[in-house]
């Protein structure tokens, strides 16, 4: 590491195909398959960074990982990404997520309507942790990164 960054937690995926609810509900996203031996952070709603590989293209975001029990009974978990800036669907790239904040728990809501009002709200909080010197100090570390895997890969 060049610095000592904010860096909550960082992991590199392939985005798969999902159920394919979120654009029905208003919030597409990009189901992350995390590279074996990849750390997942414990299911909860984050604020992060999204570098797509291998141009090194930007996103804000906010990252769902969790079992998404308003619609599922089952225990495996999804990450799955909310880009605040791009509609692009992102399907096959490889990516890597810089996580920057906790934004809260995930929840069982009693309707999908319920959800979507908290992902809006969780969306402006996420907005708030990108831009806050924490938030810009994990953009700096993630984008060195790349530098440095890009150089690595051209050497
Ligand atoms: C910002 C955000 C917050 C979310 N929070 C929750 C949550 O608290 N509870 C939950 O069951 N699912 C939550 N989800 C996950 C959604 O259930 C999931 O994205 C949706 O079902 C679409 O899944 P799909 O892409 O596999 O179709 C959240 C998703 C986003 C983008």
């Known amino acids: 590491m060049r610095d000592a960054p904010a860096v909550l937690a960082h992991l590199t995926g392939t985005v798969v195909?999902?159920?394919?609810?979120?654009?029905?509900l208003g919030f597409p996203t990009a189901n992350i398959a995390p590279d074996p031996g990849s750390p997942v952070p414990p299911p909860a709603v984050y604020s992060g960074w999204v570098v797509r590989h291998p141009t090194g293209a930007l996103h804000r975001a906010t990252i769902?990982?969790?079992?998404?029990?308003?619609?599922?009974?089952?225990?495996?978990?999804?990450t799955e990404v909310y880009c605040h800036d791009t509609s692009d669907d992102l399907y096959d790239e490889r990516v890597g997520l810089w996580f920057v904040a906790r934004i809260r728990a995930t929840v069982k809501f009693a309707s999908p309507d319920d959800l979507v009002r908290a992902a809006r709200q969780d969306v402006l909080r996420s907005e708030e942790f990108l831009a806050s010197e924490r938030g810009r100090r994990v953009l700096a570390h993630a984008l060195n990164a790349f530098a440095d895997t890009a150089d690595t890969a051209t050497a």
Do not use: K, L, Q, Y
């Open 17 to 24: 195909h999902g159920a394919g609810r979120g654009r029905g």
């Open 64 to 78: 769902s990982v969790g079992s998404n029990p308003t619609f599922c009974d089952t225990a495996e978990i999804h």
